[in-house]
């Protein structure tokens, strides 16, 4: 009875026909909705001390994080009303959107700096991180790029041009903030864009070399990005300086051992291990829940990761090739950050100033990681009910 009240209004607020609630992917929506809800309760505890230090009270940062759930479920619903093919549509304008952002925050008095990184433009009480903005806008814009120029990117390399050209000022402006991590993350996204649209594959292997020898080029030229590699190699051989915050986050993972000391009991967070509440959330969550608490986040995550490459397969299956790179994009993106921050938290990789998506705390990010899930679930929504419409049509002319 009480399903029956509830879906017409919310069919109706949304503007949708009856049904369309059971055409959503619930097991994806569950999942997600389960990892916002365990970030929610990390982002909690792990910034209770930084939030009284700052004057806000134990809960200053679930607060901020609580309100910014607002304009993400509402972008999230405005994706799930919008037909792809207007977003297709406006992959241009969106691209051209995202390169003023990275432009605009460079500006001097436009951009606010912390740690050294200019990449947050102020709005009133909060700061926009503009890679976050802009990472999502260049999926979307490339997506489309290749859903036109598929068939010729099999036989041509012409459409590389334009696209490097592109990349090549995303690049610049990215390294200007400076935001390695988040350009590290979308060159492999576009990457996999590339390969699934069809590259041949020898062409696909160059383009990788080229790749890594820049970025083995960025990491030697810059003496902060090779100090972190070093120390990435050794942390204890400097504890105290270059090794301070891997080191920090190896003594949070091993204290949390299989089951953790409990949620709240954790003594790492307590301005032992920098930036706890977002970079860092993972080995909070580690200590405090051990290694069941990581396994979960990890299965987690590679559900949606493992779902998002299914709407995308399904949707190229049926002809839908923006819509199909637009989901594979998108797992690819959310994984690729996951992977990298939890190799990060656990000493597997360098240290890299990305957030766990969707978990750590940071309004940008989940707003814009909350939007792309919309996006994935309107690819998904559109390929079922074409499969459906398709079905009845073939069943139509059978009889």
């Not at 030697?220 to 051989?237: G, H, I, K, V």
């Amino acid at each position: 009875m009480a399903e029956a009240f509830i879906h017409p209004r919310l069919e109706a607020m949304l503007g949708y026909r009856s049904g369309w609630l059971e055409d959503l992917d619930w097991p994806l929506v569950l999942v997600v909705l389960g990892i916002m809800g365990m970030g929610l309760v990390m982002v909690a505890s792990a910034s209770v001390g930084v939030g009284e230090e700052l004057g806000g009270g134990p809960m200053h940062f679930l607060l901020r994080q609580t309100v910014f759930l607002a304009p993400a479920f509402f972008l999230a619903l405005v994706a799930l009303r919008t037909p792809l093919e207007r977003v297709e549509a406006l992959a241009g304008p969106l691209l051209l959107f995202g390169l003023f952002l990275l432009v605009l925050v460079l500006l001097p008095g436009v951009g606010r700096e912390v740690n050294g990184a200019t990449r947050w433009i102020p709005m009133g009480p909060v700061n926009v991180q503009v890679s976050e903005v802009a990472r999502l806008c260049v999926l979307i814009y490339f997506s489309a790029f290749l859903a036109r120029h598929a068939e010729t990117l099999q036989a041509s390399l012409s459409p590389l041009l334009p696209a490097g050209l592109v990349l090549v000022l995303l690049a610049l402006l990215l390294l200007g903030q400076p935001d390695f991590g988040a350009l590290a993350v979308l060159v492999a996204t576009l990457g996999s864009l590339f390969f699934i649209a069809g590259m041949p594959l020898l062409i696909f292997a160059g383009l990788i070399l080229v790749a890594v020898g820049l970025g083995a080029y960025l990491i030697l030229s810059a003496p902060y990005r090779l100090e972190r590699l070093t120390a990435f190699q050794d942390p204890w051989a400097d504890p105290f300086n270059t090794g301070f915050q891997l080191t920090q986050s190896l003594i949070a993972v091993g204290r949390g051992e299989w089951w953790g000391v409990g949620l709240g009991n954790s003594v790492q967070k307590l301005f032992y291990l920098p930036e706890a509440h977002t970079d860092f959330l993972f080995a909070v969550l580690a200590e405090e829940l051990g290694l069941l608490g990581m396994a979960l986040v990890i299965v987690a995550w590679s559900f949606v990761v493992w779902r998002a490459c299914r709407i995308g397969a399904l949707n190229l299956r049926e002809g839908r090739v923006f819509s199909g790179l637009l989901a594979y994009g998108i797992g690819v993106s959310l994984g690729l950050q996951a992977f990298v921050n939890m190799g990060v938290n656990l000493g597997l990789l360098p240290t890299k100033g990305l957030t766990l998506p969707l978990m750590s705390y940071g309004g940008s990010s989940l707003v814009m990681s909350t939007l792309a899930i919309g996006l994935l679930l309107r690819a998904d929504l559109e390929c079922r009910r074409g499969s459906r419409a398709a079905s009845r049509q073939m069943s139509g002319g059978l009889t």
